[in-house]
């Protein structure tokens, strides 16, 4: 059982790193195209997944398409019950539901002070109110999740859909130097160091810059493995 998925910008898609994720962290065989989001056949790129009008995008096996993280998140959890893309726990399993949701539709500050950039690392800002608030819900929800594991090193232990999508929240603590407790960064420093993540930066730094996600900052060292 193949998929086929479109994913953007490495460096820079959120989305799309999510996306492909849900695939390569639990081994599902799939076709990976790529097309630069704003570069001249990125909508021909998409017009191949209509109605699709943003990445990440699949196609199912049996050729339907799927758009929308959340649901190619459900749809891959319903048609592979066998692996764990959700905790095993009932309640643990609808507490990463609610968390993955609010991630899905929230924390806009965040993502339009901090764009995701697996490029540089920003030192300087000064957090506002608004930022403030964002970190401090995110922490909450994240400290909510390991009260239900304990053991592992990810939000639920185990890895699951959760994880997915707040990867790209980690990238955005570290890639603007946010001020976050030590368990936050403890688990950025899981997700940075991940092999699987690790094999998407490596690709992402191969690709060409775009100036448009350059910021009026600071630079640092990447915090994590190379």
Known sequence: MTYDLLIGDRAYSSWSLRGWLLFAKFGLDVNLSTTRIYGPDFR?????FA??????????????????TLAIAETL??????????????????????????????FTTLRSTCPMNMRNVWTGITPDEALKADLDRI???????????????WLFGDYSIADAFYAPVAVRMVGFSLPVSDKARTYCETVISDPTFLQWRRLAMKEEPLTVYDQP??????PGPE
Request: no cysteine; proline share 15%.
């Open 44 to 48: 021909a790129d998409l017009a191949a």
């Open 51 to 68: 109605p699709a009008r943003s990445v990440p995008v699949i196609r199912l096996p049996e050729g339907p398409v799927v758009m929308d």
């Open 77 to 106: 959890a319903e048609r592979h019950p066998d692996l764990p893309f959700w905790p095993r726990d009932p309640a643990a399993r609808a507490l990463a539901r609610g968390i993955t949701a609010e991630m899905h539709s929230s």
């Open 139 to 153: 922490e909450m929800l994240w400290s909510a999740a390991r009260a239900h594991a304990p053991e592992g090193p």
């Open 217 to 222: 900052y600071d630079k640092a060292p990447w």
